[in-house]
Nanobody, 127 residues
Framework: VQLPASGGGLVQTGGSLKLSCAAS????????VGWFRQAPGKEREFVAA????????YYADSVKGRFTISRDNAKNTVYLRMNSLKPEDTAVYFC?????????????????????WGQGTLVTVSS
């Protein structure tokens, strides 16, 4: 499964961006997907996750209420809508996929839960 992320760029504080993760593979609709990010000099951290159906989601506290994860299985794409961006949101954003899943819960915040990782897209929020 290929998971290239796109949609990153430079935005001012308070602005918005929408990231996309357009996956290859006919079975993508059966995968849970997570977004992670990695800032310079820091470890990769969890942002949000969504179940294969889209009915279950989970967010990191740092983005709750500002970011929304969604998916369109007909297009093999998962999205991350980011509003009210802050300089501390600056990072390379990655998507990852896990074969099969039930409801999304806190355990999906672990990198170890995911089977596939894609190339990231850089988000820079200027102050």
């Amino acid at each position: 499964v290929q998971l290239p992320a796109s949609g990153g760029g430079l935005v001012q504080t308070g602005g918005s961006l929408k990231l996309s993760c357009a996956a290859s593979g006919r079975t993508f609709s059966t995968y849970a997907v997570g977004w992670f990010r990695q800032a310079p000099g820091k470890e990769r951290e969890f942002v949000a996750a969504i179940s294969w159906s889209g009915r279950s989601t989970y967010y990191a506290d740092s983005v709750k209420g500002r970011f929304t994860i969604s998916r369109d299985n007909a297009k093999n794409t998962v999205y991350l809508r980011m509003n009210s961006l802050k300089p501390e949101d600056t990072a390379v954003y990655f998507c990852a996929a896990r074969v099969g899943s039930g409801n999304i819960s806190a355990r999906f915040s672990s990198r170890d839960m995911y089977d596939y990782w894609g190339q990231g897209t850089l988000v820079t929020v200027s102050s």
